[in-house]
C-alpha cells in the first residue's frame, strides 16, 4: 500500500514538474514554441554540443612528495573552433608535459597548451590535426550576461574518467561570490551534478551554446556545482591566443565593499570602494594609499562596490589598467577628497617555480607573495621546502616543509639557481663530501640543520 502511494506521489511530482517547464517554454525561458516538448529541446541542445566535448588526459609533474614524479590527470574540456582550439580549466592541464584528447567520435589527438592563466582558472589547448583529418566539431561560445536564475542548463563533460554524460539542472546563481576565489569574476552556481572529472566541461543552455566552463563541485552537502561565466571566457580567451597568458596589471590595492556583511562592518554612504590594506612595497603604497580610504574615480570613472558581489568587476577594471603608466585616483580620505597618481606594474607569475634534489630526497619552491605571502612577509626573495620524501635524507636531518632556505654551506640562497648549483656540484663530488648544513628560517627562528646525503634512499 505504502509502495502504492509512493508511486502516486512521485507521478503528481513529474506531472508538476513537467507542467511547470512547459510554462517555462511558453514564457520564455526555452526556446519559443509553445507546447515543445522539453526532452525534445534537451536532446537537440546536446546534440550540438556533446560531439565537441572532449576527454583529456595529462601526464603532469608533481613535487608534493619531496621527489618530481608523472601522474595521470584527466578531466574534460569543449572544442571552440574548427581549427582545434579548445578550452578547458587550467588546473586540468596545470604542470602538463603530455596532454592527450579523446573526441566524442573516438578519434585520439596529441594536443599542446597554447595558454593559461591561473587567476581565472582558464586555458586554452590545441589539437595537433593533420592535413588529411575530416572536420572537427565544435561548439558556439555564447553570453552569460542576459543568464538568470531558474534558467534551465546541461552540464557536460567525462566525470570520474569515464564516457561522456550530461547532467540536468537549473541555474541556482549568476552572481555568485566565492571568497579567496573570485578575484576578478563572479561564478554561475548550478545544481547540475559536477563531478570530479567534470572540469573543463561545458555548461550549456537549451539553445545549445557555451554559456560556461564547469569548475569547481561540490560532493557533500548537496548537489552545487560552479561554472566560469562565459563573458569571463571571452575577456581572457584573446590574451591566452596571443601571448600564452594573460599580462593582469597590479596595484597592491585589498578591497572591500561599503557594505561587508561577513565582517560587519558599514560605511557610510552609497559610492566608491573602500580600501581595506595596502601591500607592502606595492605601487598603491608608493602612491600613498592607505586603510581606509574611499576610491571615488580611476581615470575619471566611478567605481562603487556596496556589497562584495560587486568586488571582482573593480579589481578587474584595476587589472586592466595599463602598466608603467600613470592612472589617475580620486579618493575620500575622511572628509577631504584627494587626488592620487598611481603607476601599476606586471603582476607576473602567482605561483613560484619548483625544483627536484634527488638524493637530498626534498622538493624546493620559489617564495611568491599571491602564492605564499605568510613566506614572502619574511622574505621577498628566496627559496622554501616544497616537499619531503620518507623515509629520506631531508626528512631524517629534521627538514620540514615550509622552511625558508637561508644558507648551504655558507653561501646565501636567494633562488632556485641557487639551489640547483649547490646541488649539481653535491652530487658530482659524493665520494668525497656527503654532508651539508643549511642555515633555515622556521617560524621566525634561525636553525642549522646538518643534511647527510650518504645514504641512496632510492636504491634501498
Known amino acids: 500500500m505504502l509502495a502504492l502511494r509512493m508511486k502516486h506521489i512521485l507521478r503528481s511530482t513529474l506531472a508538476a514538474i513537467l507542467a511547470l517547464q512547459a510554462g517555462a517554454v511558453a514564457a520564455g525561458r526555452l526556446p519559443e514554441a509553445s507546447g515543445l516538448d522539453l526532452r525534445q529541446v534537451i536532446s537537440g541542445a546536446k546534440d550540438r554540443v556533446f560531439p565537441a566535448v572532449v576527454f583529456i588526459k595529462c ?29 578547458t580549466n587550467c588546473h586540468v592541464v596545470d604542470k602538463a608535459v603530455q596532454v592527450r584528447c579523446l573526441l566524442a567520435d573516438g578519434r585520439a589527438f596529441e594536443a599542446s597548451v597554447v595558454g593559461r592563466d591561473q587567476d581565472t582558472d582558464l586555458a586554452l589547448v590545441k589539437l595537433k590535426v593533420g592535413k588529411d583529418e575530416k572536420p572537427i566539431p565544435f561548439a558556439q561560445l555564447g553570453t552569460s550576461a542576459g543568464l538568470k536564475e531558474g534558467d534551465i542548463v546541461m552540464a557536460m563533460g567525462a566525470p570520474w574518467g569515464l564516457s561522456r554524460s550530461v547532467s540536468l539542472g537549473i541555474l541556482s546563481c549568476t552572481r555568485r561570490f566565492l571568497p579567496e576565489a573570485s578575484e576578478y569574476s563572479l561564478w554561475l552556481q ?16 537549451t539553445e545549445g551554446r557555451v554559456i560556461g566552463l564547469n569548475t569547481r563541485g561540490v560532493l557533500q552537502g548537496g548537489d552545487m556545482g560552479f561554472a566560469i561565466p562565459a563573458d569571463t571566457i571571452a575577456q581572457v580567451l584573446p590574451e591566452l591566443r596571443q601571448g600564452g597568458k594573460v599580462d593582469w596589471s597590479w596595484t597592491g590595492l585589498q578591497l572591500q565593499p561599503i557594505r561587508d556583511f561577513h565582517r560587519n562592518i558599514y560605511f557610510e554612504g552609497t559610492e566608491g570602494v573602500i580600501v581595506a590594506d595596502v601591500d607592502s612595497d606595492s605601487p598603491a603604497r608608493k602612491a600613498g594609499f592607505q586603510p581606509r580610504d574611499r576610491i571615488l574615480k580611476v581615470n575619471g570613472r566611478p567605481v562603487t562596490a556596496m556589497v562584495e558581489e560587486d568586488l571582482p568587476a573593480v579589481r578587474l577594471m584595476l587589472a586592466l589598467l595599463p602598466k608603467d603608466k600613470p592612472a589617475d585616483f580620486e579618493v575620500l580620505r575622511g572628509e577631504k577628497k584627494q587626488a592620487l597618481a598611481m603607476v601599476p606594474t606586471a603582476k607576473g607569475k602567482v605561483e613560484g617555480d619548483l625544483l627536484d634534489c634527488p638524493r637530498w630526497d626534498l622538493t624546493v619552491k620559489s617564495i ?21 620524501k620518507y623515509p629520506g635524507n631531508a626528512a631524517a636531518a629534521g627538514l620540514q616543509n615550509r622552511d625558508i632556505i637561508l644558507k648551504i654551506d655558507g653561501r646565501e640562497i636567494t633562488s632556485l639557481d641557487d639551489v640547483k648549483e649547490i646541488h ?19 617560524n621566525g627562528l634561525m636553525k642549522q640543520i646538518v643534511l647527510d646525503f650518504s645514504r641512496d634512499f632510492a636504491k634501498e
Do not use: C, W
Not at 665520494?431 to 633555515?440: A, D, F, I, L, S
Open 59 to 87: 601526464l603532469a609533474e608533481n613535487y608534493d612528495g619531496g621527489r618530481r614524479i608523472t601522474q595521470e590527470v584527466s578531466g574534460s574540456g569543449v572544442l571552440i573552433s574548427a581549427e582545434g582550439e579548445l578550452i
Open 190 to 205: 548550478t545544481d547540475a551534478s559536477i563531478s570530479p572529472g567534470n572540469s573543463g566541461g561545458p555548461l550549456v543552455d
Open 368 to 388: 611568491n607573495q599571491f602564492d605564499t605571502p605568510d613566506l614572502f612577509f619574511s622574505r621577498k626573495q628566496g627559496v622554501f621546502v616544497h616537499g619531503l
Open 424 to 442: 649539481g656540484d653535491a652530487l658530482k663530488n659524493l665520494e668525497t663530501r656527503h654532508r651539508m648544513v643549511m642555515v633555515v628560517l622556521r
